[in-house]
């Protein structure tokens, strides 16, 4: 699968460069990578209920996809619940990387998801190399 915006070399050395950020991630959980109104089970406006347990797996919380969902920012409503609503510099950097791990795996998928939707594939395309982009400038930083 052909990587766009950047070669594959460059891409693990973008994220090898960000090992020590990585692993200021001390409190692992059980999070949901892919929270959206299909894979949610609503009774009444609660919750009662995740499906897609493929993607759910024990990892950083900032990892959910609720940080890095498609919007430029998270939900107020989401992260007032978190009970968080500013990050460092290094939990931004971790919540791009994850970023572009959810993107990367949409862009994997599509050859045996065939998506009916021509155009969702170059728009992921286009989110991944954002967020590619975005780390590029948070690294920059330092």
Not at 58 to 83: I, Q, V
């Amino acid at each position: 699968v052909a990587i766009p915006a950047i070669l594959p070399e460059e891409l693990l050395s973008l994220i090898e460069c960000q090992r020590a950020v990585l692993n200021e991630a001390e409190k692992p959980c059980y999070i949901h990578t892919d929270t959206w109104e299909g894979n949610l089970m609503m009774k009444d406006n609660r919750l009662e209920g995740l499906v897609d347990f493929a993607a759910i797996l024990y990892g950083d919380p900032l990892m959910s996809h609720d940080f890095h969902d498609f919007s430029p920012e998270p939900r107020k409503e989401f992260l007032e619940g978190y009970g968080k609503t500013r990050f460092t510099r290094n939990e931004r950097i971790r919540i791009t990387i994850y970023k572009m791990w959810q993107r990367l795996g949409m862009i994997v998928e599509r050859g045996y998801r065939e998506y009916e939707d021509e155009n969702q594939y170059a728009w992921v395309l286009g989110e991944f190399e954002k967020a590619v982009e975005e780390l590029k400038e948070l690294i920059g930083d330092e």
